[in-house]
Nanobody
């Protein structure tokens, strides 16, 4: 399984970004796809997750109502639409995949992408 994340960048507070995660190497129909983020010296933090087949969507309380996770089966890509960004959203964002079909918020996913940096300026 390969996960290639992109879409990070620098944005002002209140702005938006969309992260993409291109997934390859497997048929992901039974997979759970997630987004996590990490800042220096901190543990990796859950952001959002969903089942590739649809449903099971979960969000961290800190992003609920501002971020949306989605996927395009044809493109084998998972997205994280981030709106109303705040400086505290600054982090390296990672996409992740897990074959166990259970949506979890802990960073125990089997496969991880390389991370993309999001910087929100005040």
């Amino acid at each position: 399984v390969q996960l290639q994340a992109c879409g990070g960048g620098v944005v002002q507070a209140g702005g938006s970004l969309r992260l993409s995660c291109a997934a390859s190497g497997r048929t992901f129909s039974n997979y759970v796809m997630g987004w996590f983020r990490q800042t220096p010296g901190q543990e990796r933090e859950f952001v959002a997750a969903m089942r590739w087949s649809g449903g099971g969507t979960l969000y961290a309380d800190s992003v609920k109502g501002r971020f949306t996770i989605s996927r395009d089966k044809a493109l084998s890509t998972v997205y994280l639409q981030m709106n109303s960004l705040q400086p505290e959203d600054t982090a390296v964002y990672y996409c992740a995949a897990d074959s166990r079909s259970i949506v979890v918020t802990r960073a125990i996913y089997e496969y991880w992408g390389q991370g993309t940096l999001v910087t929100v300026s005040s």
